[in-house]
């Protein structure tokens, strides 16, 4: 699982980050909520940990735009202990409320059970200004506008996505989109993103040509 760890306290989120790591969770890390809105709504995420009082904006405020964006669990960080607080946090979709000091292994605990009662219910979403693509829903949207594309083109397209940033040979593509189908050129690639380019529109300069090598989605 992958956690992102949100708090203006850098030794909580080391210290919260070394037991997660060591449960073998994936962990980024975020200082303030506005960076923990892009990082959500640029990346995929099992469960989000975040204090309230933030710099920048703090963690309810955080809580509703990640929760627009996708339905990932928030756990809720505190040294405030007003029921009003713990009230209001579950109004705007908290997952739980943990209060400070609090012990790294009961949230730890905590993080296992708001990520399996929501496994259930994961609808992935991968957002890019008015690009959306539903993973689990099969479907892209344009600024709003449902595109349709192959299963082939989609099936690219998030691969291309769920490794972004990341420059990718035509063969790996081939292989990881195609498995086990052989093509004895790179014409395939070629030409589904050709037609991939042309479906997104004005988005089509998220995916880069990678000189004599292929392509990444690049943000």
């Excluded at 993973?135 to 709003?144: A, E, I, L, Y």
């Excluded at 291309?160 to 990341?166: A, D, F, P, Y």
Aim: hydrophobic share 40%; charged share 35%; net charge negative.
């Amino acid at each position: 699982m992958r956690i992102l760890i949100v708090d203006d306290e850098i030794k909580i989120r080391e210290v919260v980050s070394e037991y997660a790591k060591a449960m073998g969770y994936e962990c980024d890390q975020a200082c303030n909520g506005k960076e923990a809105i892009e990082m959500v709504r640029n990346g995929s995420y099992d469960c989000v940990v975040m204090d309230i009082m933030m710099p920048e904006l703090d963690g309810f405020s955080a809580c509703r735009k990640i929760k627009a964006i996708r339905d990932v669990p928030v756990i809720m960080l505190s040294a405030r202990t007003e029921e009003d607080d713990k009230l209001f946090s579950f109004d705007i979709g908290v997952d739980d409320y943990i209060t400070k000091p609090f012990s790294p292994k009961e949230l730890m605990a905590r993080i296992k059970v708001v990520c399996e009662r929501n496994s259930v219910h994961t609808n992935e979403k991968y957002i890019f200004d008015g690009l959306v693509i539903d993973k689990d829903g099969r479907s892209v949207t344009v600024d709003g506008e449902k595109v349709t594309l192959t299963p082939k083109e989609l099936d690219l397209l998030i691969y291309l996505v769920e490794h972004k940033n990341i420059a990718l040979g035509r063969d790996k593509l081939l292989s990881a989109v195609w498995e086990t189908e052989y093509y004895d050129d790179d014409r395939t690639i070629d030409t589904h993103i050709k037609m991939l380019r042309k479906d997104l529109g004005k988005y089509a300069d998220y995916i880069v040509t990678v000189r004599g090598m292929g392509y990444k989605f690049e943000i």
